[in-house]
């Protein structure tokens, strides 16, 4: 009588334990990280030893609404990259192309980025399309996919590429001549001119060759895919009230007055 009084305590403790478990918000039953590029201001990079810029704003934004615990996590754009091909964490701000829908699993969009040709004042001639760039160096930030129209222009060969960690270095190799153009996401690139003060030198295209959509990313193999319907949700919510529109202006006014690197 005693051994069976003994199996229905312990089954019943058990049944209070899973009730607990069940009830416990998202934010402690699991927690999720997701990388971003520490070097790709006013979007994403470090500063201070934390994430900071539109990107891991949003992530904040969506982690509150969907209320999942998220550590944001700034590293070098190849490293996040490496952690996603693992499946190990997400990234935030990846663009989406055909080789990458193979591997990663995608939100809902979470912001639209347009690809802005930039080039000496002297040496500018209305490009604004990526036929425009035939022959010539263009600058790039290493390890990115620019979106599968220009992906395939590069390796067709139509112009070569110089690859740098971030737009500061490519407004450097821009200014000094040792490329003809670079390209840069217009908030990024209009910032980095005014702080590094190079509005007499530089021009940018008035229409973008390109717009990315950009998304959170998971690995299809990856523990943390189911949380995507929930990361879905928030960003839904966060659109119609238009909260990510807020949250994307208080970032660039914020990178406007910091001094990153």
Not at 9 to 32: E, N
Not at 237 to 261: K, M, P
Request: hydrophobic share 45%; glycine share 8%.
């Amino acid at each position: 009588m005693q051994g069976h009084c003994k199996v229905i305590l312990w089954a019943f403790m058990f049944c209070v334990l899973l009730g607990v478990v069940a009830v416990l918000p998202v934010s402690q039953a699991q927690a999720l990280t997701i990388y971003v590029d520490e070097a790709n201001p006013p979007f994403m990079y470090r500063a201070e030893e934390h994430a900071a810029g539109i990107y891991p704003d949003i992530v904040r934004a969506i982690s509150a609404r969907a209320g999942l615990n998220v550590e944001i996590v700034p590293v070098p754009w190849r490293r996040a990259l490496f952690h996603l091909d693992n499946g190990d964490g997400a990234v935030a701000g990846i663009y989406k192309n055909l080789e990458r829908q193979k591997k990663y699993a995608f939100s809902e969009p979470i912001h639209r980025e347009g690809l802005m040709i930039y080039r000496l004042k002297g040496e500018f001639y209305r490009e604004t399309k990526i036929e425009d760039l035939s022959g010539m160096n263009v600058g790039v930030i290493r390890g990115w996919s620019y979106g599968d129209a220009f992906d395939s222009a590069r390796r067709s060969g139509l112009f070569e590429t110089s690859e740098a960690a971030g737009d500061d270095q490519n407004f450097a190799m821009l200014t000094s001549k040792r490329i003809d153009a670079m390209i840069a996401v217009r908030e990024a690139g209009d910032i980095w001119i005014k702080k590094l003060e190079l509005d007499d030198q530089i021009v940018r295209a008035q229409r973008p060759i390109y717009e990315n959509q950009t998304f959170i990313a998971i690995n299809r193999t990856s523990k943390d895919i189911a949380t995507l319907a929930l990361i879905n949700r928030a960003i839904t919510e966060l659109i119609e009230d238009g909260t990510i529109e807020t949250v994307i202006s208080n970032a660039v006014n914020q990178a406007i007055g910091l001094g990153f690197h």
